[in-house]
């Protein structure tokens, strides 16, 4: 990484819960490429100073993380299709003070359903209503699952999100036992997440019950820190077919640095980025 300097460019993330992921990644990245550039992960204490530190500082690009991806629309001056369709935003980039906004999350998930050649006629439970759970939804939804239940506590969020996409709603995750188990699993909560502000009682919690996980074929979890999470280790331990936020998170950050810095690296320097980025 070059010595900091006044022509350096900065790209950002904002996160309440912020890892290094993104920032092993993209300045791995930018040594490979021989780029004078710098990322860096904040926790914001007010999300509008925030965004308008972006806007006046010339910052070039900013990743945008759990919980701000909804509040975030407002202080943007354009959304690409990406994230309007959606209305979550996880990508801002600053064209001399015009900031767009874009959703990356929508491509990874949509990219791991084909790359796992995942049956659409599968059913799906999804936990969470959140920002990432509309690009979860949005992505099944396109690729043509019918059989989706959008399962939330907050019930406005969470029928408004089946709602929007012909899906249903439940409160709480069914009794697998007596009302049978869906084929795909997915968490879209920070439940089972570590991290600098993270922790607490969720870190080692499952996100869904030991017997749905038993009676599912494929488990996917979008926490991508730690990469093996109590879901992850508990689908492995069961022999499902496991999908990992680690590598949501390596989709969704190439797809930003191609969009921040105009260049798509090769295969094999994306593969070195990742490596670095999981060897934490």
Known sequence: MPILNKDMTLCISLS???SNNGTRFHNHLYEQLGLNWIYKAFAPTDLALAIAGVRGLGIRGCAVSMPYKEDVIALVDVLDPSAKAIESVNTIVNDGG???AYNTDYTAIERLLQRNAVPTTSSVWVSGSGGMAKATVAALRDAGFTDVTVIARNEAA???????YGF????????AETEGAADMLINVTPIGMTGSMAGGPDADALSFPQAAVEAATVVFDVVALPAETP?????????KTVITGAEVATIQALEQFVLYTGIRPTDE????AEEFMRAQ
Do not use: F, N, S
């Open 16 to 18: 309440a819960r912020p």
């Open 98 to 100: 015009t900031l767009t």
């Open 158 to 164: 969470g029928r408004a999100l089946a709602g929007l």
């Open 168 to 175: 249903a709603w439940r409160a709480e995750v069914p009794a």
């Open 231 to 239: 879901l992850v280790k508990a689908a492995r331990a069961a022999g």
């Open 269 to 272: 320097q994306i593969r070195a």
